[in-house]
């Protein structure tokens, strides 16, 4: 039996079919705050490019739907919304105008929304270069953008945004009074780090299964679950949100979700529910589902997305059916756009890799011809862009704090964030608001650095310091906002002096 159905049943048994969890009414006669959750359609056609990697692929099959899954947070004073993306990347202008539209529309402040992509390699055409980009560059440079690279689809694009605003004026409307749940759970047996360090002193990502001159891994993962749940005043849930750090590139056959399909459908299968499963994307730049370590054979991609999301749903489902609830949880907001600089490749890199692009492409290993075309591409943004608009965003609702970087960030720099913030529960979101590719921590580039993160592209390449900067300003951001107290059980009635006569006697022999 595959992995998420054994899940779902195991977990179904303790729910009746149309049950949902926590049901009855709630004990408090009101609540202080207001949540809603919404869902949006932005699955790609097929034909359309697959995002990911340095070069073209197209989709050809269909696996599951991709969509934009919004939650919107009302204290009665201010609102807040929080969207997962099933996408590789949000590019910054999608998010600048959806907040255009979404305050226009509904009065959701632009400030207060985070739009986080799941980094799904099997979802729509959102990247890496954009539509115009290198409109101004020489010839060869166009071709090498538009012709040669992954490419965002405008209408796609223009598709994205126009949902994200959807989604979040229907989780805007779709608001009720709610208690809400936090909590941590613990999954540490599908997500490792992939950098490994070898014998030369070097760090590799993914040197190869069973390769004699691994060392150790580089770097370590980040294996808490973070949970959000939210509950009507009759005990059924409205929707939970989601917080993991692996790599999303599972690919189970097709246009897809990724694991986050499975991850959905273990929470919505073992709690009898449809509610939308909201998903943040962990701190994972260096964080995937390959073990470089393990001598057994890999999963297939379908058991593979299986396994990952079935796994990480079913904690989630654990954290759901123990988190005690609150009943206020005051949200707030916070926002600064940093401007950091881009690596810049020597004059002579730039010449030979220029000597290397005028050359066709040739068959076999073309690792040299794709990251000699990044360089052209990339001395063309240094000259016209140097400097790299990188918006780190802290959004509180209740004990928690969602805290937001552009990048494919080090998870060494969430776990940092986890440790320096002062909230009850802190969920690093990468890949939010804007994309600035790998983000290495500084000892990546170090003399035991290396590895694919730390290539110089025109995906990435900021200074070596731009993954600090974001953690300091997002965890100074995170900690102007009073910490709230986490939630706690109610507390039972006190010893009525009475003990039960079932069970107060002595051993009975005979």
């Known amino acids: 039996m595959k992995i998420v159905t054994t899940l779902i049943v195991l977990a179904s ?5 149309g049950m949902r969890a926590q049901t009855g009414p709630v004990t408090a006669p009101f609540s202080k705050v207001q ?70 529309a509904c009065g959701i ?79 540490d047996k599908v ?12 760090s590799w990502s993914h040197p190869g299964a069973g390769n004699p001159d691994i060392l150790e891994y580089a770097g370590p993962i980040d294996p808490q679950v973070g949970v959000v749940g939210a509950w009507d005043a009759q005990g059924q849930l409205v929707g939970v949100v989601v917080n993991y750090a ?10 897809s979700a990724n694991w986050i399909y499975y991850l959905e459908r273990t929470i919505q299968g073992g709690l009898g529910t449809r509610v939308p499963v909201v998903f943040m994307q962990g701190a994972c730049g260096d964080v995937t589902q390959v073990d470089n370590l393990s001598p057994h054979q890999r999963p297939k991609p379908e058991e593979w997305s299986q396994l990952v999301g079935g796994r990480v749903g079913a904690e989630a489902i654990r954290v759901l059916l123990s988190a005690p609830r609150t009943f206020a949880a005051p949200v707030e907001a916070r926002q600064e756009v940093l401007k950091i600089k881009r690596r810049a490749p ?24 794709i990251f000699a075309k990044e360089i052209v591409l990339l001395d063309f943004l240094n000259k016209t862009t140097p400097l790299v608009d990188a918006e780190v965003q802290c959004i509180k609702v209740g004990p928690c704090c969602f805290v937001s970087n552009p ?59 731009a993954g600090r900067k974001m953690a300091e300003k997002g965890v100074e951001l995170a900690n102007t906002m009073a910490a ?18 079932y069970g107060n006697v002595s051993p009975e022999l005979e």
């Not at 995002?51 to 969509?67: A, E, L, N, R």
């Not at 692996?246 to 246009?255: D, E, L, Q, S, Y």
């Not at 109610?490 to 009525?496: E, F, L, N, T």
């Open 407 to 465: 990048a494919e960030y080090f998870v060494q720099y969430g776990l940092d964030i986890k440790k320096w913030s002062r909230h009850a529960f802190t969920f690093p979101c990468e890949l939010s608001n804007g994309i600035v590719g790998y983000v290495p921590t500084e000892e990546a580039f170090g003399p035991n650095g290396g590895g694919y993160e730390t290539r110089l592209t025109a995906y990435s390449n900021l200074e070596i310091s």
């Open 109 to 187: 402040s632009g400030d207060s929304v985070l739009v986080c992509a799941s980094h799904s390699h099997s979802s729509g055409p959102v990247g890496m270069v954009l539509p115009g980009e290198f409109d101004t560059a020489s010839d060869l440079v166009k071709k090498l953008a538009y012709e040669e690279s992954s490419c965002a689809d405008a209408g796609y694009l223009q598709r994205l945004t126009h949902e994200i605003v959807a989604g979040v004026v229907a989780a805007d409307r779709a608001k009720v009074p709610v208690s809400l749940g936090f909590g941590f759970g613990h999954e």
């Open 246 to 255: 692996c790599h999303a590139t599972t690919n189970p056959g097709g246009i």
């Open 13 to 17: 048994a303790c729910f009746p079919s």
């Open 35 to 104: 949540a809603g959750f919404a869902e949006r359609d932005i699955t790609p056609g097929i034909g359309m490019e697959q995002p990911g990697g340095y070069g073209k692929s197209f989709h050809k099959s269909f696996h599951d739907s991709c969509k934009v899954r919004a939650s919107v947070f009302d204290d009665g004073k201010k609102r807040v919304a929080i969207v997962g993306l099933d996408a590789l990347v949000v590019p910054r202008s999608v998010v600048v105008e959806a907040r255009l539209l979404i305050q226009k």
């Open 484 to 501: 709230e107290e986490a939630p706690k059980p109610a507390k039972g009635p006190p010893y009525a002096g009475k003990p039960w006569t």
């Open 191 to 202: 997500a490792y780090n992939r950098r490994l360090r070898m014998k030369n002193g070097q």
């Open 346 to 369: 020597s004059s002579a890199r730039v010449a030979k890799s220029l000597e290397i692009v005028s050359q066709a492409r040739t068959g076999g290993d073309t690792t040299d011809w």
